[in-house]
């Protein structure tokens, strides 16, 4: 039913990080309006109380303005959009440091590397 | 606000339900999981007011739970009940009858949004549809409660999909309850605040599903296999 979410992630986060990524790629554009919670829950097959919790998170982060009457727009913001995208990628690389410390490699070899597969793939 | 305390329920020797303790707050999807036998349908039998308990109490709202206090909790059986020469829309009819929480527009909302003709009979329904106006009369009662014993098992992805999303659209999650067994686990772990697990007649962990993953790192069902394996 609906999504495959990851095991070991509350599915709110998850949910969260789904839309976020959505604005961050730019299908979700600033000012656009968010489909009512019962609408996405009903669509993505979560509870209720799970949407709303990820909407009330949304509108704390400020990535979301609740507009009395009229539902939840995503921020048109642009400074905050900026840094969420920062956000983001301060999130990967800090994994991907995490992931390629535990293994052993070095960074500097890891960045030799990223460096010679971004000259390809430009 | 549903509590049970020390609940024993016996048929013959053998102890169905025993020592069992839970509080059933509104506004909250539920999942009741365990083996065969474990007590899951006693137990929602209980909360209806269709089983009375050997010794401990069940209250709603402060009041001991009878047939006659359950008139705001919808039970739905695991079986097939319907009198099958009846149509949808005669069966939406019976069932405004005998329940005065019913609401006929709501009923007959869900049947659309559920794609079934008002005017088919049960008996030419396939096993998909017969669960499909199961859930639609029994969510069309108003209730406060929503009991629903095994409303996924033996139905294809695309009936348990449906009834899924009725379950979300067509009730209001700040104020009624749905609890349901299920051993479809995995599937509906996105659809529950709550997981309440059964052994042997008795509860043996309630936890908020969001908890489970951010305290244990896993999702219901390793942490389930887990707790069965801490147990034996």
């Given at each position: 039913m609906g999504i495959n979410f990851l095991p070991d992630k509350p599915i709110y986060q998850q949910l969260i990080d789904l839309i976020?990524?959505?604005?961050?790629?730019?299908?979700l554009e600033p000012g656009e309006k968010l489909p009512s919670v019962r609408d996405y829950a009903v669509e993505v097959g979560v509870n209720a109380n799970t949407m709303q919790r990820v909407y009330k998170e949304l509108e704390q982060m400020e990535i979301t303005e609740t507009k009395r009457g009229q539902g939840s727009f995503v921020t048109e913001d642009e400074v905050r959009i900026a840094m969420l995208r920062n956000e983001m990628k301060?999130?990967?690389?800090?994994s991907f440091i995490q992931n390629v410390e535990a293994l052993g490699f070095t960074t500097s070899e890891m960045l030799q590397h990223l460096q010679e597969r971004g000259g390809k793939d430009d | 606000m549903i509590e049970l305390?020390?609940?024993t329920k016996k048929y013959?020797?053998?102890k169905a339900l025993e020592g069992l303790t839970l509080s059933l707050p509104q506004g909250k999807i539920i999942g009741l999981?365990?083996?065969n036998g474990s007590g899951k349908t006693t137990l929602l039998k209980l909360i209806s007011g269709l089983v009375a308990p050997d010794s401990g109490s069940a209250m709603l709202n402060g009041s001991h739970i009878t047939r006659r206090v359950a008139t705001t909790i919808?039970?739905?059986?695991?079986?097939?009940?319907?009198?099958?020469?009846?149509?949808?829309?005669?069966l939406i009819e019976f069932y405004e009858s005998q329940f005065t929480d019913f609401n006929p527009m709501k009923a007959k909302e869900i049947t659309q949004f559920l794609n079934l003709s008002l005017d088919s009979k049960i008996k030419h329904l396939s096993k998909g549809n017969r669960g499909r106006v199961k859930i639609a009369v029994t969510l069309g009662?108003?209730?406060?409660y929503?009991?629903?014993?095994?409303?996924?098992?033996?139905?294809?992805?695309?009936v348990r999909d449906d009834i899924a999303k009725g379950m979300i659209r067509f009730t209001d999650s700040a104020r009624q309850t749905i609890l349901m067994s299920t051993h479809e686990i995995k599937e509906v772990e996105p659809l529950l605040d709550e997981i309440v697990v059964l052994r042997g007649g008795r509860i043996i962990a309630h936890e908020a599903v969001d908890e489970i993953r951010d305290t244990y790192g896993k999702d219901a069902t390793s942490w389930m296999v887990s707790l069965f394996r801490e147990g034996s």
């Open positions: 976020t990524g959505d604005i961050i790629r730019g299908t301060e999130q990967l690389v800090t | 305390r020390n609940i013959g020797r053998r999981v365990g083996e919808a039970y739905m059986p695991d079986a097939d009940l319907f009198y099958p020469y009846f149509t949808v829309n005669q009662r108003e209730a406060d929503y009991l629903l014993d095994e409303p996924f098992s033996g139905l294809d992805p695309m």
